[in-house]
């Protein structure tokens, strides 16, 4: 009698496992969506409010409720935030601050508002000089630095940037300019890159360096940031500002920085400087490149 019961218990717990498999096969794969774990109210409303003592500088403060992650763009590509950010719009002009609003299940909202930057900071305007390669004037106003002695690689320029381009096999190319320092004083160095594919073993290396550049050297002269895919970064696509997605080391600081400050009052060479063994068939793409005053 006790092996029969033991038998019969055994049976009526596999045919309700079997039955509840059954019923979970049959529904959608999409069936986790409005099952309760998603919210479909996501708030991603926002305040923008200039800080009190800082020129151009402003406050974005997110409604936390509901909200586990945030992405802000403040017109260099999004990038992971906090629900508090301060950021600064040295330039006159009018910027859209868009902010995404992540919530439980994955779901998204999205918000945006203006801002009217009336003045530029006079201590922090922009030391580069075409910048935004906008125009066959802005593009004259970079040299190029010739590496690749077959001109394999190469520094294309359309749709206000600057891309590199090279066919791998350690091809390289940069491109530059001088600008004016003061001593002791910081700067700060940065600019968006994109690429739609990743690359292997390649570098895309930032320099500000007192020496002048050389043709068919290498130049070397004060590294100040960058990607590497030696180093963890665009080993796949990628668009942001170079100081939230590069990952290459400050030769000054030994950390990941984008501040440089000069014993010497005079003229720097802000240089670029690309290639590599695997490199991304997309090419790196720079624009909005900026040098300022900290």
Not at 13 to 21: E, G, N, P, R
Not at 216 to 224: A, H, L, P
Request: neutral net charge.
């Amino acid at each position: 009698m006790k092996i029969n019961l033991i038998k019969k218990q055994g049976f009526l717990a596999l045919f309700f496992m079997a039955a509840v498999l059954s019923l979970t096969s049959c529904q959608p794969e999409d069936s986790v969506t409005n099952n309760g774990l998603t919210d479909d109210n996501v708030d991603a409303s926002f305040t923008i409010t200039p800080v009190e003592g800082k020129v151009n500088t402003y406050k974005l403060v997110a409604q936390p409720k509901g909200v586990l992650k945030s992405l802000w763009d403040t017109g260099a590509g999004a990038y992971v935030g906090k629900m508090e950010e301060e950021i600064s719009l040295p330039d006159a002009g009018t910027y859209t601050i868009v902010h995404t609003a992540i919530g439980r299940g994955g779901a998204e909202a999205t918000a945006s508002k203006e801002v009217v930057v009336a003045t530029s900071d006079p201590l922090k305007g922009n030391l580069v000089q075409g910048g935004s390669f906008a125009t066959a004037e802005d593009q004259a106003k970079w040299t190029v630095l010739k590496l690749s002695a077959t001109g394999a690689a190469f520094w294309s320029f359309a749709n206000n940037s600057a891309t590199i381009h090279s066919p791998g096999g350690w091809a390289q190319e940069g491109i530059y300019q001088a600008i004016d320092v003061v001593k002791d004083k910081e700067y700060t160095i940065d600019m968006k890159v994109s690429s739609t594919s990743g690359s292997d073993e390649t570098w895309f290396e930032v320099y500000a360096g007192k020496s002048a550049p050389q043709p068919g050297v290498e130049y070397k002269d004060n590294k100040v940031m960058g990607l590497s895919t030696w180093d963890g970064c665009a080993k796949s696509g990628f668009s942001g500002m170079l100081s939230v997605v590069g990952c290459v080391k400050n030769d000054k600081t030994g950390t990941v920085s984008n501040v440089v400050k000069f014993t010497e009052t005079g003229k720097i060479y802000l240089l670029i400087r690309s290639g590599g063994n695997t490199f991304t068939k997309d090419g790196i793409t720079v624009s909005k490149v900026e040098f300022r005053g900290k």
